[in-house]
């Protein structure tokens, strides 16, 4: 039985982001799943599944269990999820599932964490780095930009993509950010403000890295015979499709191509779509190379020309296809595993027609993309205003 | 400020850390199906026979990618440096650093040798040059 359409997105809520001092990732946690379940029209007591992430500014062992209690909520599904960044899409996948199971009705799925007024510099970027191997990579020092570089690196050997083509990803989702006022960060760059920024780790400069940011996001998700019913206009859950290739980039077979060839393929056969049928597509961008990778393995370009294909369509507003319609983890805010949480309820807001100002013209379909680790873990989903 | 050591450099992993010292890179080979692998694991990944041998590799290898780290990850790490994985001659890829020469020197595709640094008192991982004279074919 297929997972096509039998669910919907009913809510979505994010918390103040950026710096957000004085307030815990469970005190965000706590809002972001309160706000989703209002927005939905339902009661905290209509949900019965609850997936979270730990927080790295407040680990908690059992978190999932631990938010349940905080709200006093007493769900028949409770689970703390983890594939890094991959988490939003991957935990939706089996919440919609286990709601087409039957084992559950309405599930939230909220994340938060605070990697900038919880952690010090050091301890955000240790943390983040710890993602290596302990033995055989770890010790030699590499930063989480240098991991992306790596690839960046060897597809500028293979293909030759250059610097700019990466920068134009930075530019375009900055032109994106100057159209949401929640975005962290929304003064317009230029290609030159990105090559003239501090190096980093070569080819990445700073402005190619993500933000560092505070911030939380929940959803509601529920049958699709249920969400018609609700508060707000349902967005189908269309296609789900997983991918996963190792999780020490020293041991990836590609570096230059990765498991989104995977699942974004089985996302697509699900919902029926391919990506000319998209409005919009959310892609994961903690650094602007991860961004040209995924448009080129989920299929909007063919592999090796993702930069020709920055350089001449963009992605942008008006572009034929904007991507980070938000401002993405590059401009909107980053908390790390919650990332991807911000672009899956903007796509939502997009396919209600809510976003005003940035609002993509007769938005039916769009796509969200998430990954974890060092394009490790991927996930993807394909939404829809119709079934 | 000293640098990350490795976590675990005895049991599975001690004949690895023994031919550091020794100035020797050694790897997995499984006897029966000839499968070098790196890193070390008590079975072969190709075709799940136990406990592969350990042998001295080559030395040798490419640069499959790298990158000059222009904001190290703490005060141990001084930038700039060269994190790099190299594909070795063997077959497995591994990360490390590329040593001695400008990081504008380093290319994908470079032809490299292991060399060994001290790491801590009675640690030595396996590091890089370039190899000027060609290296592997
Ligand atoms: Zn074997």
Redesign the pocket.
């Known amino acids: 039985m297929t997972l096509r359409a039998a669910t919907a997105l009913v809510g979505a809520y994010d918390t103040a982001v950026g710096v957000v001092p004085g307030v815990t990732p469970t005190e965000l946690c706590a809002e972001a799943i309160r706000g989703a379940v209002a927005d939905a029209g339902l009661a905290l007591g209509d949900v019965d599944g609850l997936i979270t992430c730990n927080a790295m500014a407040q680990p908690i062992l059992y978190h999932a269990e631990a938010m349940a209690e905080y709200l006093q909520l007493f769900p028949k599904l409770c689970l703390s999820l983890a594939t890094g960044g991959g988490t939003t899409v991957t935990a939706l996948a089996h919440a919609a599932a286990a709601i087409q199971a039957g084992e559950v009705d309405t599930v939230v799925l909220a994340m938060a964490d605070s990697l900038r007024s919880g952690l010090t510099r050091d301890q955000a970027m240790r943390m983040q780095s710890s993602t290596g191997h302990p033995d055989f990579e770890q010790p030699y020092g590499p930063t989480v930009p240098a991991y992306y570089a790596l690839i960046a690196q060897a597809h500028m050997a293979r293909y030759g993509t250059r610097p700019e083509h990466f920068a134009r990803v930075a530019v375009d989702t900055r032109a994106h950010a100057a159209r949401n006022e929640t975005a962290q960060k929304r003064d317009p760059i230029t290609v030159e403000d990105v090559l003239a920024s501090r190096p980093i780790a070569d080819p990445l400069r700073l402005l190619d890295c993500s933000l560092v940011s505070d911030g939380g996001s929940a959803v509601v998700l529920t049958r699709a015979d249920r969400a018609r019913d609700l508060a707000r206009p349902p967005v189908y859950c269309l296609g789900f499709g997983e991918g996963h290739s190792h999780e020490h980039i020293s041991q990836a077979h590609d570096l230059t191509a990765s498991a989104a060839r995977e699942s974004g393929a089985a996302a697509f056969a699900m919902a029926g779509l391919g990506p000319t049928d998209l409005a919009f597509a959310q892609l994961y961008d903690c650094f602007t190379p991860t961004v040209l990778v995924e448009l080129e393995d989920l299929g909007f370009c063919a592999k090796g020309e993702g930069g020709t294909y920055l350089a001449s369509e963009g992605m942008g507003p008006g572009a034929r296809l904007p991507v980070n319609t938000h401002g993405g983890m590059l401009s909107h805010c980053h908390p790390g595993n919650p990332g991807a949480m911000f672009a899956l309820t903007e796509a939502v807001r997009q396919l209600r027609g809510d976003c005003g100002e940035r609002q993509v013209a007769g938005a039916e379909a769009g796509l969200v993309h998430a990954q974890g680790g060092i394009m490790s873990s991927h996930a993807t989903l394909v939404l829809g205003r119709e079934v | 400020m000293e640098r990350i050591q490795p976590q675990r450099i005895d049991g599975l992993a001690a004949p690895y850390f023994a031919g550091c010292r020794e100035g020797e890179l050694r790897l997995q080979h499984?006897?029966?199906?000839?499968?070098w692998q790196f890193y070390p694991r008590p079975f072969?990944?190709?075709?799940?026979?136990e406990a592969?041998a350990w042998e001295a590799a080559s030395g040798q290898g490419t640069v499959a990618s790298f990158s000059v780290v222009r904001r190290g990850l703490s005060p141990a790490y001084e930038a700039p440096y060269t994190v790099a994985l190299v594909d070795l001659a063997e077959g497995p890829r591994m990360m490390s650093v590329i040593i001695g020469c400008e990081p504008e020197a380093v290319t994908v595709g470079a032809p490299v040798t292991v060399c060994f640094e001290q790491w801590s008192e009675d640690l030595s991982l396996p590091v890089f040059r370039l190899d000027e004279t060609g290296g592997v074919k």
């Open positions: 499984c006897p029966s199906c000839g499968h072969c990944t190709a075709c799940g026979a592969p």
